[in-house]
């Protein structure tokens, strides 16, 4: 069945730093991808659309100059932290549409120290 | 798309059948209804989803009511697997699948 990757699984990085997330699409096309974020014991909260060849379409309260994302091909979106902070530390997930129903990203765990 | 309420937890005994419902009293005629579960630090995992009709497929069963404002999802043989997180949610067809996740029922699948 379709299958979405999504990479790292987890990552630790020093406060102040980037950290670059990838999702792909790796058996469909997708021009459309979703990214969203959960602390522990709560729900996930969707970040941004992120569209193919445009820019990404950003929730209210998601500040789009720390959460950079870019969707250069059909297949792969970018989420980049920047400048992290050990507020930002949380578990990410990229979704992307194929065949009526939405298929995530296994997740990546994201340490800020 | 429709708020969705469900409960907060539910517990099963291994081998049995568990039924978790969902409430969408608002939901309109061209949104579905989604079952997704999430299995401790991994992404979410699509389950089944249904428009009117009673849908059925390996994992789970289906049953929206006749007027359509709630639905129930059987697992018929729960397993300790089976421990997750399930969110029901209702989306239209129309939209470009942006999902918003409600706080979901926690089932804990007990031997």
């Known amino acids: 069945g379709a299958v979405v990757s999504q990479h790292p699984s987890w990552v630790i990085c020093k406060s102040g730093t980037s950290v670059k997330i990838e999702c792909r699409s790796l058996?469909?096309?997708?021009?459309?991808m979703f990214w969203y974020r959960q602390f522990p014991k709560q729900s996930l909260m969707l970040m941004a659309t992120s569209n193919e060849g445009s820019k990404a379409t950003y929730e209210q309260g998601v500040e789009k100059d720390k959460f950079l994302i870019n969707h250069a091909s059909l297949t792969l979106s970018t989420l980049t932290v920047t400048s992290a902070h050990p507020e930002d530390s949380s578990f990410y997930i990229c979704s992307a549409i194929g065949r009526q129903r939405a298929f995530f990203g296994q997740g990546t765990r994201l340490t800020v120290v | 798309d429709a708020k969705t309420t469900q409960p907060p937890s539910m517990d099963c005994a291994e081998g049995r059948a568990a039924n978790l419902p969902c409430n969408h009293s608002t939901i309109s005629g061209n949104e579905y209804v989604y079952w997704y579960r999430q299995i401790h630090s991994q992404g979410p995992q699509y389950i089944i989803h249904g428009l009117k009709n009673n849908e059925t497929n390996e994992m789970a069963s289906l049953i929206i009511t006749e007027d359509r404002k709630s639905s129930t999802l059987i697992l018929p043989h729960a397993t300790l697997r089976d421990t997750a997180v399930y969110y029901c949610?209702?989306?239209?067809?129309?939209?470009?699948?942006?999902?918003?996740f409600g706080q979901g029922t926690t089932l804990q699948v007990k031997p």
């Open positions: 949610i209702a989306h239209g067809s129309s939209n470009t699948g942006k999902l918003i």
């Open positions: 058996d469909f096309q997708a021009t459309t």
